[in-house]
């Protein structure tokens, strides 16, 4: 493809760029740039261009309240976000090099009407659209106030663009999905990937639809995507996550990795216990593990089954599949933060060996005495510290709760809204949906109380998965649980002499949950039980939607998004 082609994003400078992977350029109006996408062969190469997981980047674990990385904090839990921000101008960036690619495809695939039926057509620019709707969704419900064009624009028709009404958008990416999911695949044979097809165009319709607070569309798109009735939910909670586990039936959209493509998740020496290598730095916070319910449905301040000196016990089964439990084997070691436990067991030679995950003997260990379980296995110790799991974008899962939640927030509780969200939890407790004895089963109750119910059901659910963040921009929730201090564990001296000696260990008291599912540890913390690690801050005023990138405000005269 000798192609010089020019890197369009709304209101960027140029880039001059020649190259075969590079399909995320406007083409000059010369030589082959006016025959490309003449047949399938090429349409497909396009079409390709599209599924850079640049171009699919996921909200961040550690923008919320589910996570600590010792004491450090991140633009937007210290409040510090502007138009500057790295990630924000990046977003913006890729995201409309994307669009760009994907309005090439649509507006040049009928070069291909003398080889392709107007049916194969529909479909290469139905897989566009779905493409284009998914990164319009992610700028509206991130950025809001954005430029919307679905075609390619010359250099002066981009410096003068102007944002588009945000409801206008909404209807835009509607009517992609929409089409998309008329006439895309409905299902994929067992080795193909499951990229764009009807039902992902539905369940992602579905969750731009539930950020924007479209209940109606969110029920509707949601159900069609159920009643498909190709997705499952993958037997195994605890396995869903693993490398080894390829292509599941409960993924409705996402992406293979491959380390020997190089398109691998790395960073995996901050999950990994400092036994087995790693660094044991970014883990999951006080706030996530207490959310977890016991096993007889209740929180863990109201259910007589939870005991703080053994906090894993009695507790929803997702929480030690998310959680390391202290006391079992984790990546070939016993795991034990006890400050006491100065050698655990080595299970692979069955000797002991230093415990490097306890701050008594490693300073660094982690600083709350927890660690990220899901989807780590010892796989994240081969190969450089890169993985391959699947890149899940949305799985049935989340179809069925984003159901449940619309119909609740719509007031129509019905037997429907509770089988939803019992399908989640009867997988989590390894049981059929039937046997309701064998997991605490959601029985119909007030609006108010399936709206809680819901709401804790996806965070145990999703944890570590980029949800939890626009659960909290949507909820309205962020200036609450953000503007909290993340707590961890006293220093060693202090940890012994108030917490162990006394028998408190490990949880000295049971804080309170209020009716958000949001953990209170002030009683603790006053007593001199805990420490502070970080204080997290959120600015209500602008944070719940994101700046424009400075660059596109100065060269292009974008309005910034109110109070940046």
Known sequence: MKLLKIYFYIGLTLLFLGSCGKLDLNPLSQGSSETWNSTSEEIEMSLNGLYKLDFWMMDQDEWTDDWIYRDG??????????GRTTFVSDWWKNTYKCI?????????VDRAANLLSQEQRDRYVAEAR?????????????YRNIVYTETMMDVEEALTAEQADPAMVLQKIYEDY????????????GSEIKRASAGAALAMKARIALHMGDWETAKQAAKACMDLDIYRLHASFSTLFLSKTKNSEEMVFGFPRSIVLNIAKGDCQNYVP???GGWGAKAPSWDLFCAFLCTDGLPIDESPS?????PFENRDPRCAQTIVEFQTTHLGYTYQPHPDTLTVLNVTTGGRVENRDTRSVAQYASFNG??????IDEDWLKNSWQVEPDQIIIRYADVLLMYAEAKIELGELDASVTDAINQVRARAYGVELGNTQAYPAVQLTTQDQLRRIVRTERRMEFALEGIR???LIRWRLAEKVLNRVNYGMLDVNDLRAKVVQPGLWFFPQIPAIDEDGTADFSAMYNAGLIKQVATRKFDATRQYIWPIPTNEVLTSGLKQNPNY
Not at 73 to 82: F, G, N, P, S, Y
Not at 370 to 375: I, N, Q, V
Request: aromatic residues 12%.
């Open 130 to 142: 779905f493409v284009r709707a998914s990164q319009y969704a992610r700028l509206l419900s991130h």
């Open 100 to 108: 760009a690619r994907a309005n090439n495809i649509v507006s040049s």
């Open 469 to 471: 963040y626009m659960d």
């Open 178 to 189: 929409d089409f998309a999911a008329s006439h895309l695949k409905t299902s994929f044979s």
């Open 274 to 276: 400092r036994n087995a």
């Open 306 to 310: 939870f005991n703080p000196r053994m």
């Open 73 to 82: 904090l991140t633009q937007i839990t210290d409040a510090t976000l502007d």
């Open 370 to 375: 927890l660690l990220w379980k899901k989807g």
